[in-house]
């Protein structure tokens, strides 16, 4: 059981360039989720899903695309990377409003 | 936005209790309290949850007022092993208007 998985874990692109960051889940759960985290920011949600096929807007969901085709994967899109999308990115998943199980993150930066 | 305050930071000598306290004003009759542990490098973790009053597991125990619009994390003698940031998160009813946000979190060093 491996929980919440991200991929990959580490990248560098150039500002313009575009990449896919991938979460899988194999817990079943409903709900999945994309945060980054800043320093002396805290945690800040940019999207999140409630179930297969929806997505929605969290706090910072600008120059960012989510997909939820398959029930255990959450994918988070950048189409043209910006350097202010450096950071790091977590994914979680939870069953309903339940506890949050997170990924290991993803460490991105953007020259 | 179910906005969460907390201190920045402190420190904390090994082997004392450790209270941490999370203020939420705007917190909702059908809102509950959680709180995560984040280690360098890794992802917050699940501690503790709580709707009122008192809850107590094997690691930490939640104290919440009646009037829910704070939270206080307690954590029994701490050792060097705690040190980490520790986020307190409301979690809504519902999801929309951006009503899901951690907040900041507050860093605890445990000194030796």
């Known amino acids: 059981n491996a929980g919440v998985t991200q991929t990959p874990k580490f990248r560098v692109l150039k500002t313009g360039q575009s990449m896919t960051l991938l979460c899988a889940q194999d817990m079943n759960h409903e709900y999945m989720y994309w945060y980054r985290q800043d320093p002396g920011m805290g945690l800040r949600l940019i999207h999140y899903?409630?179930?297969?096929?929806?997505?929605a807007k969290g706090e910072v969901p600008d120059g960012y695309n989510v997909s939820r085709l398959k029930k255990q994967n959450f994918l988070l899109g950048l189409e043209s990377a910006a350097p202010s999308q450096t950071s790091v990115y977590f994914c979680?998943?939870?069953?309903?409003?339940?506890?949050?199980?997170f990924g290991p993150g993803t460490r991105l930066t953007v020259l | 936005l179910a906005k969460t305050t907390q201190p920045i930071s402190m420190d904390s000598y090994e082997g004392q209790e450790v209270n941490i306290t999370c203020s939420h004003n705007?917190?909702?009759?059908?809102?509950?309290i959680t709180w995560y542990q984040q280690f360098p490098s890794q992802g917050p973790r699940f501690i503790i949850q709580?709707?009122?009053t008192k809850v107590t597991n094997e690691v930490a125990s939640l104290f919440i007022p009646a009037d829910r619009k704070s939270s206080t994390l307690s954590l029994p003698r701490v050792s060097l092993s705690d040190t980490a940031v520790y986020y307190c998160l409301v979690v809504p009813s519902y999801y929309g208007n951006n009503r899901l946000a951690f907040g900041k979190g507050n860093q605890v060093v445990v000194i030796p």
């Open positions: 979680a998943s939870s069953a309903m409003r339940d506890t949050q199980y």
């Open positions: 899903s409630v179930g297969e096929g929806t997505t």
């Open positions: 705007n917190i909702a009759t059908n809102d509950y």
């Open positions: 709580g709707y009122k």
